[in-house]
């Protein structure tokens, strides 16, 4: 629309003012929304002098790697590097099962991935700007204030470390969520990307409870794939705040397909509708649709046997399971 238009224009505009005709800038993408928008604004406004960083730590759900790799890059003309950082943080989270640890590893892993890579990008000439996809209601949960601390710095991968090297550059700053999705589609963002309902940084390594391995992502991949088919199919999405798909990774049920009886692990579907994540109900998605993932996820990932409805409202349960 002609109004987006100009708010890209005028963010643009600031950047460019901010950044000068020299200077370079570093983003991190996270396959979310707001990274990607903040970041194809700076790219129109200073083109190659910014450097994309995608940490693929291996957690992403199915097909939002190559969403970042291909689609945002050839949506946007990005200059991208892409780390497949997947075997560190595997090895990292080895045998963890306490959530809490979980984030901390991956934090951890994360920031020294970037942290390489920074020293890469710098070898080529010093970078003073470092892009973050903070909105509004980030800046004032935080207190308003400038700095490299913001609220989702704090359980996020995508938090950076305090890094005053860099001077911020926060494109995203003025802007609610949903004026965010409209600028990306203004800026012509993959419709997945820009539609991409809330998920966390740590990934589906907070969706498998108990330890992580190559295998549960695996299998968690696919059922969740199926889950926000379905839900997409059924025309749910904008209901939905999100729907997390979680893996019951270390309990295991009898059930029977064909002749044999089977032995496998359960995943729990969390729809929830939300404002702001702070409370939520469980959404009363019609059994109809619930029938056809359950049957879906049985019949086609062969290590899980039943799917189970949480029907918890936030308090007293969290939204994720970890
Ligand atoms: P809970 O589970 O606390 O989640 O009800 C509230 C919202 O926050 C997301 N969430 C996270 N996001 N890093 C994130 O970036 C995290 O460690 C994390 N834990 C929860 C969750 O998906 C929901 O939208």
Redesign the pocket.
Do not use: C, L, M
């Given at each position: 629309s002609w109004t987006m238009l100009n708010i890209v224009e005028e963010a643009v505009e600031a950047v460019r003012a901010q950044i000068g005709p020299e200077g370079r800038a570093i983003c991190a993408l996270s396959g979310g929304v707001d990274s990607a928008v903040a970041a194809a604004v700076v790219q129109r406004a200073i083109g190659d002098r910014l450097t994309c960083v995608f940490v693929d730590h291996g957690l992403l759900r199915k097909g939002e790697a190559e969403q970042v790799e291909r689609d945002f890059v050839a949506a946007t003309g990005v200059k991208l590097r892409v780390v497949d950082a997947a075997d560190r943080f595997l090895k990292a989270l080895d045998g963890v099962t306490d959530p809490e640890e979980k984030?901390k590893i991956i934090g951890r892993e994360f920031i020294r991935v970037f942290e390489d890579e920074q020293r890469a990008i710098i070898a080529d000439g010093p970078v003073d700007f470092l892009v973050q996809g903070t909105l509004y209601p980030d800046v004032v949960e935080s207190g308003g204030g400038t700095g490299t601390a913001n609220i989702?710095s704090h359980?996020?991968?995508g938090g950076l470390p305090d890094d005053l090297q860099f001077q911020l550059v926060e494109p995203l700053r003025a802007l609610f969520k949903d004026e965010v999705r409209r600028a990306g589609e203004e800026l012509g963002l993959p419709a997945a990307m820009v539609w991409r309902q809330?998920?966390?940084?740590?990934g589906l390594g907070?969706r498998i409870v108990g330890a992580v391995s190559r295998e549960r992502l695996e299998i968690l991949r696919e059922a969740d794939a199926i889950a926000r088919e379905e839900l997409s199919r059924a025309g749910l999405d904008r209901e939905i705040w999100?729907c997390?798909v979680v893996l019951l990774a270390d309990v295991r049920s009898v059930g029977v397909q064909g002749d044999g009886r089977t032995y496998g692990h359960p995943v729990v579907l969390r729809p929830v509708s939300s404002e702001d994540?702070m409370t939520?109900d469980w959404s009363r998605v019609p059994y109809d649709v619930l029938a056809r993932i359950s049957t879906r996820i049985t019949n086609e990932v062969r290590e899980v046997n039943r799917v189970v409805l949480d029907v918890t409202s936030?308090p007293p349960g969290?939204?994720?399971w970890e």
């Open positions: 984030r989702k359980h996020n991968v809330p998920f966390p940084g740590p907070i999100q997390p994540a939520a936030k969290t939204i994720e």
